[in-house]
Every structure is written in structure tokens, then in C-alpha cells.
């Protein structure tokens, strides 16, 4: 017997091939959620130390997919971290820092070594993969008063590859109208990875000063 459903004060008769055609539909439409929520910013929280702002973000993971994978072949690999305290209300105002880092992998141990790379003294060795992760993060500190004293504020962590050696200028071959079509499609499959965390508004009143426990 024909499954039959009634809508709108019609009855309409689904089809065997019109059932699959619904369910496949619905299945694409989940997957679509699922990937536009797991393709969210990762949480991160402020702490305030002192004069200082501390940033955690234990589910901010950049060592994966192509750099991971190049850092196993034995070269290193260089990501650019930034870190941005924006004001929610008020007069527009911002401040950030950035830094820079160079990680290299031990095939033998399996450990991470980063080191800073304006500052070669900044360095740490024999890391899992959590720890240097972590570390990074840790000089992304910023300043407290940089934060409005009644105000709401939110701050943004930020994380790319630095591409070595990339080449910015247009070869001869973008000179024709197909050329510039390649040139195009090419940058946008070679765009770095991107990594982003955002914490929730924030109001200095209410952070609790580390220093102080």
C-alpha cells in the first residue's frame, strides 16, 4: 500500500524515489548545520594578571592538516599570532599585538621546539603538540589598560601561516584574460589556513585578578 500524507487539504503520494530524494535532501541539510557550527571560532577566555590580560584557549588547535604534516617531513614551519582587544560600545578604539613563531619537530622524540622569532631567547624545547599550543597563546598577553574601565569589550585571537618565499607578483602568463583566471583560482586554492577565537563580551569590573589569588 502507498504511503500517502495530506498537506495544504491535498493528498499527495510519495514515490519510492521521491522518499529517497526528501531523505537525502534532509541529510545534506544536517550536514550543512553541522559543518557551518564546527566551522566556528573557537571559545576563548580572558584572565586578568596583574596589569596584564591572559588568553586561554584550550580548543584553539593549529597544529593540524598541511602544516602538521610539513613540520613531519622535518621543515618548520612559521605562524603569525595576533591577539585584539576591540570595545563593544563607545568611541571605536582597538589594540593588538602580534607575534611571530617558528616550530620544528624532533622525528626522534616526537616533540615540538618553538622559538620566538624576534626574540631567538624566547624559546622552549620538547613540547607535545597541547603544550606548545598552549605556550603560544601564553605571549599574547595585553595590557589592562587597554581595556575600557566601564565598558564592555571583546577580545580576538588570530593565527596563519606565514608562507616563505611567496610570490606576489603576477607571472607573465596572468598577462591574458585566461591567465588572469588561473592566477585568480590558484591564490584562492593556495590561501593559507586560518585560525580565530573569540571570547564573549567582557567587562573589566568583572575579572577576577590572578595576582591577587
Not at 26 to 50: I, K, N, Y
Not at 81 to 86: M, T
Not at 112 to 120: C, G, S, T
Not at 129 to 137: D, G, H
Amino acid at each position: 500500500m502507498n504511503q500517502r500524507f495530506i498537506t495544504c487539504g491535498s493528498e499527495h503520494t510519495w514515490t519510492p524515489s521521491q522518499r529517497i530524494l526528501r531523505a537525502t535532501l534532509w541529510s545534506a541539510a544536517a550536514l550543512a548545520v553541522f559543518v557551518h557550527l564546527s566551522a566556528q571560532p573557537a571559545p576563548l577566555t580572558v584572565e586578568r594578571d596583574g596589569d596584564r590580560l591572559r588568553l586561554s584557549a584550550p580548543r584553539f588547535h593549529f597544529l593540524t592538516g598541511a602544516p602538521l604534516e610539513r613540520l613531519h617531513d622535518g621543515r618548520s614551519v612559521t605562524y603569525v599570532f595576533s591577539a585584539s582587544l576591540h570595545v563593544v560600545h563607545g568611541q571605536p578604539q582597538g589594540t593588538g599585538l602580534t607575534r611571530q613563531v617558528v616550530f620544528s619537530y624532533d622525528l626522534w622524540e616526537e616533540r615540538f621546539a618553538v622559538v620566538r622569532l624576534d626574540d631567538p631567547k624566547v624559546a622552549v624545547s620538547h613540547l607535545t603538540a597541547a603544550a606548545a599550543e598552549t605556550w603560544c597563546v601564553d605571549l599574547l598577553t595585553l595590557p589592562v589598560q587597554a581595556a575600557p574601565a566601564d565598558g564592555t569589550f571583546v577580545v580576538k585571537l588570530e593565527c596563519s601561516l606565514r608562507e616563505e618565499g611567496a610570490q606576489l607578483a603576477a607571472t607573465s602568463s596572468a598577462t591574458t584574460f585566461t591567465g588572469l583566471l588561473d592566477l585568480f583560482s590558484r591564490k584562492a586554492r593556495e590561501a593559507p589556513p586560518h585560525w580565530e577565537a573569540t571570547s564573549l563580551p567582557l567587562r573589566l569590573a568583572d575579572l577576577k585578578d590572578r595576582a591577587l589569588k
